[in-house]
């Protein structure tokens, strides 16, 4: 079992910037694929960014240039630094997990950043 408990969300105008943080307790962190999604009011939930236990990281073509994935595997922390925020960034961000060889996935709770113009 994984619990994942996000942080850091919250109220910022456009040109803002939001860093998220994801607290990941119960399996071996470091060799999880860590990600950021998203779910906007009556769209799906999109991926944001994901990083893997290399160290390399893949991001959605609307946040590219804008947002950070990172992770420290000493702390079990992942984290997203958003910067240059806008109004279409309005979502409810979840960290999740994916556990090594099983495939399973852990979710949070979720974290809600609102952007205003």
């Known amino acids: 079992q994984v619990q994942l408990v996000e942080s850091g969300g919250g109220s910022v105008q456009a040109g803002g910037s939001l860093r998220l943080s994801c607290a990941a307790s119960g399996s071996t962190f470091s060799t999880n694929v860590m990600g950021w999604y998203r779910q906007a009011p009556g769209k799906q939930r999109e991926l944001v960014a994901r990083i893997f236990s290399s160290g390399n990281a893949i991001y959605a073509d609307s946040v590219k240039g804008r947002f950070t994935i990172s992770r420290d595997n000493a702390k079990n922390q992942l984290y997203l630094q958003m910067n240059i925020l806008k109004p279409e960034d309005t979502a409810v961000y979840y960290c999740?997990?994916?556990?090594?060889?099983?495939?399973?996935?852990?979710w949070g709770q979720g974290t809600q950043v609102t952007v205003s113009s």
């Open positions: 999740n997990a994916v556990i090594q060889y099983t495939g399973v996935q852990y």
